[in-house]
């Protein structure tokens, strides 16, 4: 917040010139924001639920599927199904191949790599669980099984870590220093065209979330539910300024204009970033050396009971 301070005595934005004649278009500006507000809420509940439904529709089809009675796990489709996914579980260690050895550097862009190293983190496991149709009759079997199931969830885990840890599925690393850096400037921002409003409520919400958020950034991720609340409270933050918003041209009061409310919305988006970006760091670097293992305890598995199907 000092640094933000500091940028907001040296930003040089304009500030948005308030006439009489404005009152009309800052009315229908709160409602723009407002409905704005709306369909981006339900486009965000889309976005969280649609994964959840592909998953359940993709269980339901494996299940049918394994459960089936079509094949059996020694039959030749079961047997080419398990051939297939075992090649492709041993290809995911071609990525972390490509991104550490040096003989590898060019072959390909390093995002076609982790694109592939998705599409087979997935598919792999998929023709595994069609494969043993769901039951094991040996520990060898099983112990393969539940490696894979540990492999696989834990890929899903690392990929919501890396998402916040990133621009884009392909893009950069992110720093510390670039999410602070754009946080304490969009608080400048958001500081100096709510100063410019009549109604100090916009500048209290401000205040009191980016006080929240430092101490979350301060504190770490113990206790974890500071870590957590940077979301919750980030979405709650701006629900109440476009409230306020909407409230003000309803009453026939002065609304505040859009851009403090949009302004507003990026600040919360950008501290709820900055705050939680060191828990996820720590929690992807522990990731990173859990996975890695595991992916290497799973091809000794694959390998092991490929051996013991075709010898007993």
Not at 183 to 193: D, Q
Not at 215 to 235: D, E, F, K, Y
Not at 247 to 256: D, L, R, W
Request: aromatic share 10%; with cysteine.
């Amino acid at each position: 917040i000092q640094h933000a301070d500091t940028s907001y005595r040296n930003y040089s934005g304009d500030l948005p010139a308030m006439t009489s004649a404005d009152l009309k278009r800052r009315k229908s500006d709160a409602v723009g924001v407002a409905d704005r507000s709306e369909r981006s809420s339900i486009s965000r509940f889309l976005r969280n639920i649609v994964p959840w439904v592909l998953l359940l529709l993709w269980a339901a089809a494996v299940y049918s599927i394994a459960r089936s009675g079509l094949y059996t796990s020694g039959s030749n489709l079961g047997y080419n199904l398990g051939l297939i996914g075992s090649l492709m579980m041993l290809a995911l260690l071609l990525y972390p191949l490509r991104k550490r050895v040096r003989i590898f550097a060019n072959l390909g862009k390093i995002n076609r790599w982790f694109s592939i190293h998705m599409v087979l983190g997935v598919l792999g496991p998929t023709l595994i669980l069609l494969h043993c149709t769901l039951r094991w009759s040996s520990l060898n079997a099983a112990v393969a099984f539940w490696c894979m199931v540990i492999v696989a969830s834990s890929g899903f885990i690392g990929r919501f870590l890396y998402g916040r840890l990133h621009v884009g599925l392909y893009g950069r690393q992110l720093t510390l220093t670039d999410v602070r850096t754009e946080a304490a400037s969009l608080y400048a921002r958001a500081k100096l065209l709510v100063a410019n409003e009549t109604n100090a409520y916009l500048a209290d919400e401000l205040q009191k979330f980016a006080s929240a958020s430092s101490t979350v950034t301060n504190a770490g991720w113990n206790p974890p539910h500071l870590v957590i609340g940077p979301g919750a409270r980030a979405r709650m933050a701006e629900r109440r300024c476009i409230k306020f918003a909407r409230n003000a041209s309803i009453n026939g009061t002065e609304p505040p204009s859009r851009e403090a409310i949009d302004a507003l919305s990026d600040y919360f988006s950008a501290a709820r970033r900055s705050a939680q970006f060191l828990p996820f760091e720590r929690m992807f670097s522990l990731w990173h050396v859990m996975h890695v293992p595991l992916v290497f305890i799973l091809v000794l598995c694959v390998i092991a009971h490929i051996i013991a199907v075709h010898m007993y």
